[in-house]
């Protein structure tokens, strides 16, 4: 079994946390979201400079079982750093938000904005604007317009809701890497 110091993590004061708020919002909060605005040109004409897979924090505590806290066991995606072991439970509470983020440049009129997309307790989102607060894991050079990208955001995970969200086996970090694959 791992152990906080074979993870290299100083040992953590688990809390409880009451509010069981949705994802997002710790990491909205840790992830210093910024809501831009964007030009109103179609996606079609906003040609990708950028492309990520980004990682934000989410809120701390972490919190045992609860759905406020990402837990998958052995996600693969996550450094080790980011794990924290749960002393009770063989559960990897893991502390980041994944998602993708793209900057553009629209040919029409000449706006550079970014664009966010991701899945969380508030279900499948896509939104002008970016998490100030990221560590970036991997990039693409492909080139798409945002269109593009829009339309593989709509393939993955097409049907999925809000209520579909789960800590477990359907979080944020599964879809980000499910959309990933596909670009
Ligand atoms: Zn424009």
């Known amino acids: 079994m791992l152990s906080n110091d074979r993870m290299g993590i100083a040992s953590f004061r688990f809390q409880q946390v009451t509010d069981n708020t949705k ?39 972490v919190v045992r079982g609860a759905s406020a806290v990402l837990a998958i066991p052995l996600a693969p995606v996550v450094l080790a750093s980011k794990l924290i ?9 893991i502390v980041a ?16 904005d970014y664009y966010t997309f991701e899945f969380s307790g ?15 894991l991997k990039s693409s050079s492909r080139e798409m317009t945002l269109d ?6 709509l393939r993955t995970w097409p049907s999925a809701t ?14 980000a890497t499910d959309m990933w694959a596909k670009i």
């Not at 906003?46 to 989410?58: F, G, N, R, S």
């Open 122 to 136: 508030a279900g499948k989102e896509s939104r002008c604007g970016r998490y100030e607060n990221i560590s970036r």
């Open 148 to 153: 593009d990208l829009y339309h593989i955001f």
């Open 85 to 93: 072991f749960s002393p009770t439970t063989p559960t990897l509470n």
């Open 97 to 112: 938000h994944l998602a993708i983020e793209c900057k553009y440049r629209c040919s029409e009129c000449g706006n550079v």
């Open 162 to 175: 809000a209520s579909d969200y789960n800590s477990l086996t359907k979080n944020c970090q599964h879809f």
């Open 23 to 61: 994802m997002s919002f710790g990491a909205e909060e840790h992830g210093d979201w910024r809501p831009h605005t964007g030009c109103k040109c179609p996606f079609r004409t906003k040609k990708l400079t950028e492309l990520w897979l980004i990682e934000v924090p989410v809120a701390h505590p």
